[in-house]
């Protein structure tokens, strides 16, 4: 089982940017997906999450507004639109899937991607 994280780049502040999260080696059907993030020198923090059906979402606060998570069951793929992206959005974004109903709490998630980086210049 694999997740792959992918889209990360260098924007300018204000920017957008679109992750992508596909997921290969089996379907996710009754898995809740999220995005965490991991500045440099920080610890790993909850940023959105989606629930299997996509009918539910959570957001961590700082991200309201301006990212935007979707999901694809029949392409097994997660997507994470980001815009009006800000310096302290920098970080390693890893994508992840949590069996059952959505949660916020990274070890509820038992599959993990390696993770795209985001760097948001000033």
């Known amino acids: 089982v694999q997740l792959q994280a992918s889209g990360g780049g260098l924007v300018q502040a204000g920017g957008s940017l679109r992750l992508s999260c596909t997921v290969s080696?089996?379907?996710?059907?009754?898995?809740?997906m999220g995005w965490f993030r991991q500045a440099p020198g920080k610890e790993r923090e909850f940023v959105v999450a989606?629930?299997?059906?996509?009918?539910?979402?959570r957001y961590v606060d700082s991200v309201k507004g301006r990212f935007t998570i979707s999901r694809d069951n029949a392409k097994n793929t997660m997507n994470l639109q980001m815009m009006s992206l800000k310096p302290e959005d920098t970080a390693v974004y890893y994508c992840?899937?949590?069996?059952?109903?959505?949660?916020?709490?990274?070890?509820?998630?038992?599959?993990w991607g390696r993770g795209t980086l985001v760097t948001v210049s000033s």
């Open positions: 080696g089996r379907t996710f059907s009754g898995y809740g």
């Open positions: 989606i629930s299997w059906s996509g009918d539910s979402t």
């Open positions: 992840a899937a949590a069996p059952g109903a959505i949660t916020t709490t990274p070890s509820r998630y038992t599959y």
